[in-house]
């Protein structure tokens, strides 16, 4: 089993839909990084969370300690919001990266 | 502050001959990252370094790739004799410290290995 796992994998809406990626992990953490990247394209980091909730935007991040779960809730999406979303946890020594969630958003 | 700054952007090697990736860390970040995403793979962990230190290499092949951050100038991920299987896109991220703080990440290179 992954250290780190992501749902869905991919992920198809229409512009305008309420989005939800989640992102599970098994192991203890200092910090959980949501990341975006686009098709060949660099990384950009969209969060760093170690507790509650953060806001930027449109994007919305989320994370339970106790349950070890994040979320990343994107409203009003865009097509402009379609991208690989990745998890990456981060622990005493590195980070460890969920498979990504690729999100396309239809016009 | 221009950020993670990697270079080459995109690198071509033949078989055999060497690899050499730089990554120059935010201003006062003293941790680096590598990290390799082989095509339509995630990304993995390869190797962690403090100035002039390799803290974790556990993620590097145990042949043909070595990494070094000196005390000055930049991070090098170095791939000697490549092969085509090492075409991937190299990231490295830098941390101000090594927990709870946030990532800064670089464009990456990409190396094709013909």
């Known amino acids: 089993k992954n250290e780190v796992e992501q749902s869905p994998q991919n992920l198809t809406a229409q512009e305008g839909e309420f989005i939800t990626i989640n992102c599970s992990y098994s192991?203890?953490?200092?910090?959980l990084h949501w990341l975006q990247q686009h098709p060949g394209g660099g990384i950009v980091s969209l969060f760093m969370?170690?507790?509650g909730k953060k806001k930027h935007g449109r994007l919305i991040a989320t994370i339970n300690i106790q349950e070890k779960h994040s979320s990343l809730h994107i409203t009003a999406s865009h097509p402009r919001d379609s991208a690989v979303y990745i998890c990456?946890?981060?622990?005493?020594?590195?980070?460890?990266f969920g498979q990504g969630t690729r999100l396309t958003i239809n016009p | 502050n221009a950020g993670v700054m990697q270079n080459p952007r995109h690198l071509v090697r033949r078989r055999g001959q060497e690899a050499r990736l730089r990554c120059s860390p935010m201003k006062g970040h003293s941790h680096v990252y590598w990290y390799r995403q082989l095509p339509e793979e995630g990304l993995k962990f390869m190797v962690y370094l403090q100035k002039e230190n390799i803290i974790d290499e556990s993620g590097m092949p145990k042949e043909r790739f070595s990494a070094e951050f000196p005390k000055e100038g930049p991070s090098i991920l170095r791939i000697q004799q490549v092969v085509r299987g090492d075409s991937a896109a190299y990231f490295c991220?830098?941390?101000?410290?090594?927990?709870?703080?946030?990532?800064?990440f670089g464009q990456g290179t990409r190396l094709t290995v013909v």
């Open positions: 969370l170690s507790s």
């Open positions: 990456a946890v981060q622990g005493a020594q590195k980070l460890v």
């Open positions: 991220a830098s941390f101000a410290s090594g927990g709870g703080t946030e990532a800064f």
């Open positions: 192991v203890g953490i200092s910090a």
